[in-house]
């Protein structure tokens, strides 16, 4: 079950209490105080592990808190400090507020560690309270309490290329032919549940290209409909948007329509989509109906048309060779 978004409650170490304590020995007996201070409670960090996909370890485990500082105690002995909490979290996620109005903080790069909740300090114990006119204090301080509330993790998926495209347009099939990514294909609608990151290398350069499949959208996604509204936000970081075409227009589909619906479906769910690079993958190419509508579809759009075959592997190399400007070492 791939998991895009969780609610988790997250708490930072309490400090621990200062002690009150008094030294009692045989010769000294007014030894004055010696209670020792409280440890600090542990910090909690967000960590960026790209060995992480999802958020599925915080879907049925949403309650994670550092260790409290301990107590300080007599003869001086200050507390423990409490260990630190370090929750690995997928590039791309995102934290936020209790009511999804601040992002809080966001991971990006592969080890990037973030202090998300600060522990608690610990309290003075009576040692530090002593004085000329007040030789056997019996103040102490409590622990501050650590941070802690109740956060929401979106991940947004990072790669360079997202791919756009009708359900059965051929985009997992695309995944496949251009990386080593094996997503699982079949001729019905929502081959694709979950959005997936293959690497394409090029060996002449040693440069590497991320490509995100995305679920296909259908008319209305912007509005909650079908699968893919709920993965728009993964291709919102793509640099690239390469939009995957069926030109040969299997199950009475129109490739320019399907295009200008993409499109706008894009365009209604954020403007942003507006500025990027696109381009298109006119695929199916091996099919007869797909020369004709080709020579229709170029005629009506301005953006580069790459005319590709999943099955044949026709155009594939043209295509990887006008992605490869996007890649990176």
């Not at 934290?95 to 809080?104: A, G, P, S």
């Not at 080890?111 to 909740?117: H, N, R, V």
Request: charged share 25%.
């Amino acid at each position: 079950m791939f998991v895009d978004e969780v609610r988790v409650t997250l708490k930072a170490g309490d400090g621990g209490h200062g002690c009150l304590s008094f030294l009692r020995e045989k010769y000294k007996p007014n030894g004055g105080p010696n209670g020792g201070d409280g440890g600090k409670g542990g910090d909690l960090y967000i960590f960026c592990d790209d060995n992480a996909s999802d958020l599925c370890a915080y879907q049925f485990q949403a309650h994670w808190r550092a260790e409290n500082g301990e107590p300080g105690r007599g003869s001086e002995q200050y507390g423990k400090q409490g260990k630190d909490c370090v929750l690995l979290m997928p590039p791309g996620t995102l934290v936020y507020d209790e009511d999804k109005e601040v992002c809080l903080a966001e991971l990006t790069e592969k080890g990037q560690k973030i202090l998300l909740l600060q522990g608690g300090k610990g309290g003075k114990g009576n040692i530090h309270f002593k004085s000329s006119v007040n030789q056997a204090p019996r103040r102490t301080e409590p622990g501050e309490l650590g941070q802690g509330g109740t956060f929401n993790l979106v991940l947004k998926t990072i790669a360079t290329v997202g791919l756009v495209g009708f359900p059965n347009a051929g985009k997992s099939s695309l995944t496949n032919a251009l990386t080593q990514a094996q997503r699982k294909i079949g001729a019905y609608p929502f081959t694709t549940l979950n959005p997936s990151v293959g690497i394409i290398l090029y060996q002449d350069s040693y440069q590497r290209l991320s490509i995100a499949d995305i679920p296909g959208l259908i008319e209305g996604a912007h509005e909650d409909r079908g699968l893919g509204h709920r993965f728009l936000r993964h291709i919102e970081r793509c640099h690239v948007l390469l939009f995957v075409i069926d030109m040969a227009g299997e199950d009475t589909r129109n490739p320019l329509k399907d295009y200008n619906t993409l499109i706008e479906e894009l365009r209604r769910y954020s403007p942003e989509f507006a500025t990027k690079p696109c381009m298109i993958a006119a695929n199916k190419m091996d099919l007869p109906e797909a020369k004709e509508h080709l020579k229709a579809f170029k005629k009506a759009v301005s953006l580069p048309v790459y005319p590709i075959s999943c099955l044949s592997g026709e155009g594939l190399p043209e295509l990887k060779k006008a992605l490869q400007p996007f890649a990176v070492y």
